[in-house]
């Protein structure tokens, strides 16, 4: 993906939301902060432990970001507490 693309795809995304699709198909909007739990152990976060994801970037690989407590922690290390 070229500079251009980039801004383009960035331009349509916001650090404060994320759609969420739930088991029954619905299509919601999380604004931040909203609820995770944690699957495994990951830095300093513990299993099962809950935290507030404060802000959500993109990876230059585009791999969804939570910050949480200002450090940045891959999506799937987490369940969507709904």
């Not at 383009?8 to 994320?18: A, D, W």
């Not at 809950?50 to 585009?62: A, C, F, G, P």
């Not at 910050?67 to 891959?74: D, F, K, L, R, V």
Request: hydrophobic share 40%.
């Amino acid at each position: 993906m070229n500079d251009e693309e980039w801004v383009r795809f960035l331009k349509y995304t916001s650090p404060y939301s994320i759609l969420e699709l739930t088991w029954k198909n619905d299509l919601v909007t999380l604004r931040c902060p909203f609820k995770v739990a944690l699957k495994h152990n990951v830095g300093a976060l513990k299993k099962g432990q809950q935290q507030e994801v404060d802000m959500v970037k993109i990876s230059y690989t585009l791999q969804t970001v939570y910050i949480i407590n200002n450090e940045p922690y891959y999506y799937f290390h987490f369940d969507i507490l709904l």
